[in-house]
C-alpha cells in the first residue's frame, strides 16, 4: 500500500490550491485519511480529517478556508485550500488508515510543498 500525493506548489497569498492523495494497492478498506503539515523549524500539526462516514474535522486557523473531501470510489482524499496566508506555507502530507489483508495501519504519504508568498 502507499500514498501518492501531489497538488503542491507556489502561490500568491490570498490565492487557492487543491491538493490530492491517492492510495493504492491490496486495499480492503480505508478509514480515516488525514492531511498534516510541517512548517519549517515546527513539528508536524494536524490539518484536516475526514471519517469513513465524511464527519470532518478541521484544524482552527483553516477553519473556513480549507475543505476536506474523500473520492471513497478512488481511495483518494483531497483538500481543497482558499484563501491562503504566507502561515500556511509548508510540506503537507497525507494520511490514511488503511485495512488491508491481515492488516489494519496506517500509511503516510511522500509530502507536497505548498508556499505562500506575501
Known amino acids: 500500500v502507499q500514498l501518492q500525493a501531489c497538488g503542491g506548489g507556489l502561490v500568491q497569498a490570498g490565492g487557492s490550491l487543491k491538493l490530492s492523495c491517492a492510495a493504492s494497492?491490496?486495499?480492503?478498506?480505508?478509514?480515516?485519511m488525514s492531511w498534516y503539515r510541517q512548517a519549517p523549524g515546527k513539528q508536524r500539526e494536524l490539518v484536516a480529517v475526514?471519517?469513513?462516514?465524511?464527519?470532518?474535522n478541521y484544524e482552527d486557523s483553516v477553519q473556513g478556508r480549507f475543505t476536506i473531501s474523500r473520492d471513497t470510489a478512488k481511495n483518494t482524499v483531497y483538500l481543497q485550500m482558499n484563501s491562503l496566508k504566507p502561515e500556511d506555507t509548508a510540506v503537507y502530507y497525507c494520511?490514511?488508515?488503511?485495512?488491508?489483508?491481515?492488516?489494519?495501519?496506517?500509511?503516510w504519504g511522500q509530502g507536497t510543498l505548498v508556499t505562500v508568498s506575501s
Open positions: 494520511a490514511a488508515n488503511i485495512r488491508s489483508i491481515g492488516m489494519t495501519t496506517n500509511y
Open positions: 475526514i471519517l469513513a462516514g465524511g464527519g470532518t
Open positions: 494497492g491490496s486495499i480492503l478498506s480505508v478509514n480515516t
